[in-house]
């Protein structure tokens, strides 16, 4: 599984449903594929990418594998999509959603993706992907604040956010988590007007960060779009 990012790339080799080796990677090209193919013995694969495709990469993985798949909107899903604009629904938002079905079928899901963008996803019980939103990342939104201002520095999140900062640097740190917090709070406690048993996922670089200052319960899955990669691939084998 192959999982291409704004920021950075994830592999994950998996045997039979069961993960058994996973990789980050800044760059990602055919020379670090090569390596991967001259360690494992692959044949089935999947690739998901959120930026432009690389021609290249994909001819090297198609003459490679003996079953690939390019995730795009003419895919068939285990799950039924109701977006409006398919082809420019996320390829990590689609999956995402799948691997969070394939985990808790049956069941009305929120699926939290805590990354560069900050996405929210909608699964009805019956395997409808209903939409869902984006909003700015943790990073993105510290990185916003200095580019557009003259004056605000550019900070990180700490450990301890207090609620109310007390100088600049902590007045912006509280502004960005706390305000983050209450915004996946808020839509949780929303969704569960209608849904009231809803499960809620949350995924994605920060997800952990996150996963303890939410008041809400939460599944944390770091692994989840690669998850619902798998099963993607899964699923079209089959079918």
Do not use: C
Request: proline content about 4%; overall charge negative.
């Amino acid at each position: 599984m192959i999982e291409q990012g704004n920021t950075s790339s994830k592999v994950a080799i998996y045997e039979k449903r069961h993960l058994v080796a996973s990789f980050v990677f800044k760059e990602f090209d055919v020379k670090i594929v090569t390596t991967l193919f001259a360690k494992y013995p692959l044949t089935h694969g999947i690739f998901s990418t959120v930026i432009d495709q690389d021609d290249e990469l994909l001819t090297y993985l198609r003459g490679k594998l003996e079953y690939f798949v390019f995730l795009d909107e003419t895919v068939p899903l285990p799950i039924s999509i109701q977006y409006k604009t398919p082809e420019t629904l996320g390829r990590d938002r689609l999956a995402a959603a799948v691997g969070a079905n394939f985990l808790q079928p049956g069941k009305d899901l929120l699926v939290i993706d805590a990354g560069t963008a900050i996405t929210y996803e909608l699964i009805e019980a019956s395997g409808v992907y209903i939409g869902g939103n984006i909003s700015p990342g943790m990073t993105t939104r510290f990185k916003a604040l200095n580019y557009f201002t003259k004056k605000l520095p550019l900070v990180s999140e700490q450990e301890e956010i207090p609620w109310l900062g007390t100088d600049t640097e902590t007045a912006i740190q509280a502004g960005v988590v706390n305000g983050i917090i209450y915004e996946m709070d808020g839509y949780i406690e929303k969704l569960r007007l209608k849904y009231p048993n809803l499960l809620v996922f949350l995924t994605g670089g920060h997800s952990f960060y996150f996963e303890r200052r939410l008041k809400n319960s939460i599944f944390a899955d770091i692994n989840l779009v690669l998850t619902g990669l798998n099963r993607i691939l899964e699923y079209n084998v089959e079918n």
